[in-house]
Nanobody, 120 residues
Framework: VQLQASGGGLVQPGGSLRLSCAAS????????MGWYRQAPGKQRELVAT???????NYADSVKGRFTISSGNAKNTVDLQMNSLKPEDTAVYYC???????????????WGQGTLVTVSS
Protein backbone atom coordinates (compact mmCIF):
# COMPACT_ATOMS: atom_id res chain seq x y z
CA VAL A 1 0.00 0.00 0.00
CA GLN A 2 1.33 3.43 -0.96
CA LEU A 3 0.06 6.90 -0.23
CA GLN A 4 0.88 9.72 -2.63
CA ALA A 5 0.29 13.26 -1.42
CA SER A 6 0.33 16.43 -3.47
CA GLY A 7 -0.60 20.08 -3.28
CA GLY A 8 1.77 21.69 -0.82
CA GLY A 9 3.56 24.96 -1.44
CA LEU A 10 4.07 28.54 -0.41
CA VAL A 11 1.06 30.75 0.31
CA GLN A 12 0.53 34.12 1.94
CA PRO A 13 -1.36 34.43 5.21
CA GLY A 14 -5.08 34.36 4.55
CA GLY A 15 -4.61 32.32 1.41
CA SER A 16 -5.79 28.84 0.49
CA LEU A 17 -4.27 25.54 -0.52
CA ARG A 18 -5.71 22.15 -1.34
CA LEU A 19 -3.90 18.93 -0.48
CA SER A 20 -4.76 15.62 -2.10
CA CYS A 21 -3.78 12.08 -1.25
CA ALA A 22 -4.32 8.84 -3.12
CA ALA A 23 -3.91 5.37 -1.69
CA SER A 24 -2.93 2.61 -4.06
CA UNK A 25 -1.91 -1.03 -3.98
CA UNK A 26 -3.64 -4.17 -2.75
CA UNK A 27 -6.37 -2.53 -0.73
CA UNK A 28 -9.34 -4.47 0.58
CA UNK A 29 -10.86 -1.63 2.54
CA UNK A 30 -10.01 1.68 4.19
CA UNK A 31 -11.44 2.51 7.58
CA UNK A 32 -10.38 6.15 7.56
CA MET A 33 -7.98 8.57 5.94
CA GLY A 34 -6.62 11.82 7.20
CA TRP A 35 -3.91 14.40 7.51
CA TYR A 36 -1.35 15.05 10.20
CA ARG A 37 1.29 17.73 10.33
CA GLN A 38 4.64 18.30 11.93
CA ALA A 39 6.11 21.74 12.40
CA PRO A 40 9.85 22.22 13.04
CA GLY A 41 10.72 21.24 16.57
CA LYS A 42 7.25 19.93 17.32
CA GLN A 43 5.57 16.56 17.46
CA ARG A 44 3.34 15.30 14.69
CA GLU A 45 -0.26 16.25 15.34
CA LEU A 46 -3.66 15.40 13.98
CA VAL A 47 -5.16 17.86 11.50
CA ALA A 48 -8.29 16.08 10.28
CA THR A 49 -9.67 12.65 9.49
CA UNK A 50 -12.63 11.27 7.57
CA UNK A 51 -14.07 7.78 7.91
CA UNK A 52 -15.37 5.63 5.11
CA UNK A 53 -18.84 6.61 6.33
CA UNK A 54 -18.09 10.29 6.01
CA UNK A 55 -17.60 11.16 9.67
CA UNK A 56 -15.04 13.91 10.08
CA ASN A 57 -12.83 14.98 12.94
CA TYR A 58 -10.75 18.16 13.17
CA ALA A 59 -8.12 19.60 15.42
CA ASP A 60 -9.49 22.61 17.27
CA SER A 61 -6.85 24.82 15.67
CA VAL A 62 -8.21 24.22 12.16
CA LYS A 63 -11.96 23.99 12.76
CA GLY A 64 -13.86 26.37 10.53
CA ARG A 65 -10.86 26.90 8.24
CA PHE A 66 -10.01 23.43 6.93
CA THR A 67 -12.34 20.93 5.28
CA ILE A 68 -11.53 17.27 4.75
CA SER A 69 -13.42 15.20 2.23
CA SER A 70 -13.20 11.96 0.38
CA GLY A 71 -11.99 12.63 -3.13
CA ASN A 72 -13.94 11.96 -6.28
CA ALA A 73 -11.72 8.98 -7.06
CA LYS A 74 -11.78 5.88 -4.90
CA ASN A 75 -9.32 5.78 -2.00
CA THR A 76 -8.50 9.46 -2.14
CA VAL A 77 -8.83 12.27 0.37
CA ASP A 78 -8.61 16.03 -0.01
CA LEU A 79 -7.90 18.76 2.51
CA GLN A 80 -9.09 22.25 1.63
CA MET A 81 -7.21 24.77 3.73
CA ASN A 82 -8.55 28.32 3.87
CA SER A 83 -7.57 31.36 5.91
CA LEU A 84 -4.11 29.95 6.37
CA LYS A 85 -1.95 31.29 9.16
CA PRO A 86 1.82 31.25 9.63
CA GLU A 87 1.34 28.72 12.43
CA ASP A 88 -0.09 26.29 9.86
CA THR A 89 3.40 26.00 8.39
CA ALA A 90 4.43 22.35 8.61
CA VAL A 91 5.05 19.18 6.70
CA TYR A 92 1.65 17.60 6.12
CA TYR A 93 1.41 13.83 6.08
CA CYS A 94 -1.38 11.77 4.58
CA UNK A 95 -2.49 8.83 6.69
CA UNK A 96 -4.73 5.85 5.98
CA UNK A 97 -5.94 2.96 8.12
CA UNK A 98 -6.04 0.20 5.55
CA UNK A 99 -6.93 -3.46 5.43
CA UNK A 100 -4.73 -4.87 2.68
CA UNK A 101 -6.09 -7.58 0.42
CA UNK A 102 -5.62 -10.98 2.05
CA UNK A 103 -5.17 -9.53 5.53
CA UNK A 104 -7.58 -9.77 8.48
CA UNK A 105 -6.41 -6.60 10.19
CA UNK A 106 -5.96 -2.94 9.36
CA UNK A 107 -2.57 -1.27 9.31
CA UNK A 108 -1.57 2.36 9.52
CA UNK A 109 0.12 3.79 6.43
CA TRP A 110 1.80 7.15 5.84
CA GLY A 111 2.54 9.24 2.80
CA GLN A 112 5.85 10.96 2.18
CA GLY A 113 4.81 14.39 3.44
CA THR A 114 4.25 17.64 1.62
CA LEU A 115 5.51 21.01 2.84
CA VAL A 116 3.07 23.85 3.43
CA THR A 117 4.64 27.24 4.10
CA VAL A 118 2.49 30.19 5.08
CA SER A 119 4.50 33.37 4.88
CA SER A 120 4.37 36.87 3.48
Amino acid sequence: VQLQASGGGLVQPGGSLRLSCAASGSIFSINHMGWYRQAPGKQRELVATVTSGGITNYADSVKGRFTISSGNAKNTVDLQMNSLKPEDTAVYYCNAFVRPTGWNIHNNYWGQGTLVTVSS
